[in-house]
């Protein structure tokens, strides 16, 4: 019995992929469902498989019990003035027997099938394409092997992906629903955890993520991204470090990566503050505003003059120009931190290059050209 | 000091009738100094049963204000996140720690124990009161800790967040769970013990009521676990006040070392909470079946392997922290086994009604929905049991809609339903039938609207602890609030229903549903020191000698039917 529980999950499985093949040229996901999304992974039907084999099971007990709950009740109720009944069981050895023993046995069915699946789930391909991703309050950061960086995760179509997950903080967990993959990620440790997704979605139609947004944005669509959250509470913008998987063939997601590894070296250095400015603010924006609202972090608006006054910023001080200081702040900054706020920012150290840093400082020197709440730049239409 | 005499021999009739303004525990001495000093169990089980409802209404209010909160995506009553993580951290913690692990033992079963066990006390009655104080001091700090600047770690502090957040009532707050664990070990301590050693004549393991059974198992988990959850909250205070960096990676520490110390207390404490639970619904279901529980010997062996199972399946709240898969398997493996037995109790419960005589009180309106509930939260164990399935599922709303259909739907449910069960016997007052009834359905419904959505909201992808939600969840989550406002109405009929009748209800007699166990056998209220002599023991689940007596509105047991037929009690 027990082999034939071992090759169940493998047959249904197998058809399951023959069926996908069968129609390979297909590039939706699999259906969103009463329970579960979109199924977007090699894994997903496996997880989906086994769910619904635990379903099923708990629907036929669930019915049973209650049915013959209700049905007891009814046949044998009392009323007041009648008789007891004197002719009941008080234990039946076949029955009791019965009824452990085959419950038994069904957990131990449900226990394999969601092994096999998990193992699937556990064992990434050796080939897999390892992507490092940084967790930190609150967002993510996705660096690819040529240097590239991103906020949101694009990954290759069709070739195992790895994530190698490490925090600089806290316990966070990186969760995308639609892939079934779920990992916590652990300061001071490096984590695996792997996926294959075999449908593209193409690149994002536009510019998707309002900074100043009181809630995140959606639909969601699967033929179109994923979601990917972070699921272990980590404090005041735990909710809002969504972001969003985007799924590219080998040609797209090639340019792709050679293009993010080399956008900012390509922006000439007049032109950095306003072209990579806005989009590198992006990664400050959970803490710091451009309009005068401090929050967890000092506001921008009118930043570089409030450094300049700062008593370790001068001439033959610790900080010789305002320029260090904000470099420092984005590298070090626990180095000095400005009362009232507290030691919170993380540090962006091997993510903002100087060509970056030095375009954040371009931007907070031109602040009065963007808006002060969306952070688009006033001066010229067809710029970012 | 008068004593009601007991019954001794020939054919009886229960002349213990309802005499609440007569000498009882209640108004035996007077002055709030007996009530602050009083060594009577059945007080202190009386002051920790107001204690533990207040703090129900306290962590019931912070979960109407995180469910109206997350009406909408984004703000809807708070625009600070800060804020409505402090909600649902509170209600976490005060609902865990100050309501659902304390109250059955510590209020229900002060009370009822002893006089189960025809005892005069428990056997350590100075512990007793120890242990209340210690509750007391514990809830006074946490309410302290609230106006400090509160905690928003979760209830399970998990580091390194617990340790480096800077909100100001962190360590007051582990503290008050310190001191709260060591309630918890006392009374535990002393139902040990009480069980071993003040077993009436005839009362042998197998002839106690399952209530005893299950207080007995949960008081062994009780003192052998929570010693943990001790060690691991003063190792966070430690950790936060000197930075030993037991949990702090850049010194070497761990912080999963942190879900493993938690969780080896946690896991067991979900069985503190559902192991009484399950005693009470033995007891209603049978006293209202009018017969004798069916397969008790499994009930009663099931709540001694439970204890012992639970012991060794912390692992699976943490399969996706980084334990291994052979430790993610053998865990997985092993949760599997405990449930077992508790669907087998299911099972047994819904033989006990086979021709059975059916009374369909409002405890036994609570039994039953609580059989509903419980299935359906034990069920959906299964899916976070199952390794792959709880990839996708772990720290989503599957996993609230879980715990709460077993703590809040099964273990509070049962809370409830006993605490209707014994009120005639603790207050001599019988509260509003019906109102009782109707307030159970509809706490049901409400129940099952407000959590029934939040599996699918999990299974769809929406996690936990999530102040903002994308849009497309919205509707469930609207659902899922209303329901909550059902509930709460709810939970204010019942209200009316039992403290209403406290002002004038009717005069409850001393077996109002027409049990065997020995605290039927004494007067509603009982007197001072529950039995003037001790009372020898019977079949506390045989119902045949029971019979209706309609002048006092009860039922009484005829004795000489019951001695004439039961021969030795030995």
Not at chain 2, 8 to 29: C, I, K
Not at chain 2, 89 to 115: D, K
């Amino acid at each position: 019995m027990l082999t034939m529980l071992q090759t169940l999950p493998n047959a249904a499985s197998q058809a399951i992929a023959a069926a996908a093949a069968a129609q390979s040229g297909a590039t939706a996901p699999s259906a969103r469902t009463f329970w579960m999304p979109p199924g977007a992974s090699t894994i997903a039907p496996g997880v989906d498989l086994t769910l619904e084999v635990i379903n099923w099971i708990c629907y036929f007990f669930f019915a049973i019990i209650v049915a013959l709950m209700v049905y007891f009740v009814a046949k044998y109720r009392h009323r007041r003035g009648e008789r007891f009944r004197t002719e009941f069981p008080h234990h039946n050895t076949p029955l009791e027997i019965g009824w452990s023993v085959l419950p038994t046995l069904i957990v131990i069915g449900i226990f394999v099938v969601g092994f096999r699946s998990y193992l699937d789930i556990y064992t990434a391909p050796k080939n897999a394409f390892d992507i490092k991703v940084t967790a930190q309050k609150w967002g993510w950061t996705f660096q690819y092997p040529n240097g590239a960086q991103s906020d949101d995760l694009y990954v290759p179509a069709g070739k195992p992906v790895r994530l190698v997950l490490r925090s600089s903080d806290v316990l966070h967990s990186l969760y995308i629903p639609d892939f079934r993959v779920k990992r916590d990620v652990v300061p001071g440790r490096y984590s695996y955890m792997w996926f294959q997704c075999d449908h593209p979605t193409g690149l994002p139609a536009a510019e998707v993520r309002d900074p100043n947004a009181k809630t995140v944005a959606g639909p969601l669509d699967a033929s179109q991204r994923h979601a990917l959250f972070c699921t272990e509470y980590c404090g005041t913008g735990h909710s809002k470090m969504n972001r969003y998987v985007y799924v590219l063939d080998e040609t797209t997601f090639g340019e792709w990566m050679t293009k993010q590894a080399q956008w900012i070296d390509e922006i000439p250095e007049e032109e950095l503050y306003f072209k990579a400015g806005p989009k590198l603010f992006q990664r400050c924006v959970q803490c710091h505003s451009l309009d005068g609202v401090n929050g967890i972090g000092p506001s921008w608006k009118g930043i570089v003059e409030r450094v300049k006054g700062y008593p370790m910023v001068g001439e033959g001080k610790k900080y010789a120009t305002y320029q260090d200081y904000i470099r420092t702040s984005i590298l070090a900054p626990g180095d000095y931190v400005v009362p009232p706020y507290a030691n919170a920012m993380p540090t962006f150290k091997g993510q903002l290059n100087d060509k970056a840093i030095d375009a954040l400082i371009g931007y907070m020197e031109h602040l009065d050209d963007f808006d002060p709440k969306t952070g688009k730049y006033l001066k010229a239409p067809a710029a970012k | 000091m008068t004593t009601i005499p007991l019954p001794t021999s020939g054919p009886v009739r229960d002349t213990l009738e309802a005499r609440p303004d007569s000498d009882n525990y209640l108004t035996h001495t007077r002055g709030v100094l007996s009530w602050v000093f009083t060594l009577d169990h059945k007080r202190i089980g009386v002051m920790y049963m107001w204690a533990v409802l207040a703090s129900f209404l306290l962590g019931g209010i912070f979960a109407l204000l995180l469910r109206t909160e997350l009406l909408t995506p984004g703000p809807t009553i708070t625009d600070d996140a800060n804020v409505y993580n402090k909600w649902f951290t509170l209600h976490g913690a005060i609902m865990v720690f100050l309501v659902i692990i304390p109250s059955i033992p510590a209020a229900l079963g002060n009370v009822i124990l002893p006089i189960m066990l025809g005892a005069k006390d428990v056997a350590f009655p100075k512990l007793n009161l120890f242990s209340f104080y210690l509750w007391m001091s514990g809830a006074v700090l946490c309410v302290l800790s609230l106006a400090m600047g509160g905690f928003d770690t979760g209830w399970t502090f998990y580091t390194p967040y617990s340790t480096t957040t800077d909100t100001g009532g962190v360590i007051p707050v582990l503290t008050a769970v310190f001191l709260l664990g060591f309630s918890s070990i006392f009374t535990g301590l002393n139902f040990v013990v009480t069980v071993h050693k003040l077993r009436p004549p005839g009362m042998t393991w197998f002839r106690m009521p399952l209530f005893l059974w299950a207080l007995y198992a949960t008081a062994i988990i009780q003192v052998l676990a929570t010693p943990v959850l001790g060690i691991t909250l003063l190792l966070l205070i430690v950790e936060r006040t000197i930075n030993i960096g037991i949990f702090n990676p850049s010194m070497g520490g761990d912080p999963v070392l942190y879900q493993h110390f938690f969780w080896f207390y946690s896991h067991p404490a979900v069985y503190i909470m559902i192991l009484p639970a399950m005693g009470i619904i033995s007891e209603i279901i049978a006293i209202n079946s009018h017969r004798s529980i069916f397969g008790y010997r499994f009930i009663a062996f099931s709540s001694i392997a439970i204890a012992m199972f639970s012991f060794i399946v912390w692992g699976h709240h943490m399969f996706t922290s980084g334990q291994s898969a052979l430790m993610n398997t053998l865990f997985s493996a092993i949760s599997f086994s405990v449930a077992i037995p508790s669907a087998v109790k299911v099972f047994n419960w819904v033989a006990t009604l086979y021709k059975g005589s059916v009374s369909l009180t409002t405890p036994m309106w609570y039994a039953l929905a609580f059989i509903f509930l419980f299935t359906i939260g034990g069920l959906t164990g299964l899916h976070l049991a199952t390794l792959s399935t709880d990839v996708h599922l772990h720290d989503t709303y599957f996993v609230v809609a879980h715990f709460h259909y077993v703590m809040m739907g099964s273990a509070l449910i049962a809370m409830i339903g006993g605490l209707h069960h014994w009120w005639p016997k603790m207050f001599g007052r019988m509260y509003h039938e019906k109102l009782g009834t109707v307030a159970c359905w509809i706490i049901f419904i409400g129940f099952n609207v407000t959590f029934f959505t939040q599996f699918m909201l999990g299974s769809q992808g929406m996690p936990r602890r999530y102040y903002d939600y994308q849009p497309e969840f919205q509707v469930y989550h609207v659902i899922s609030t209303i329901g909550s406002y059902i509930m709460a109405f709810g939970f204010t009929l019942t209200a009316v229903s039992l403290f209403g009748s406290l002002f004038g209800g009717p005069k409850a007699p001393a077996n109002p549903w027409g049990g065997r166990s020995l605290e039927w056998q004494c007067a509603s209220p009982p007197p001072f020191d529950n039995f003037a002599k001790t009372p020898r023991a019977g079949d506390c689940y045989d119902f045949s000698a029971v019979h209706w007596d309609e002048k006092t509105g009860g039922y009484w047991v005829d004795e000489s039917a019951d001695a004439a037929k039961d021969g030795s009690h030995a």
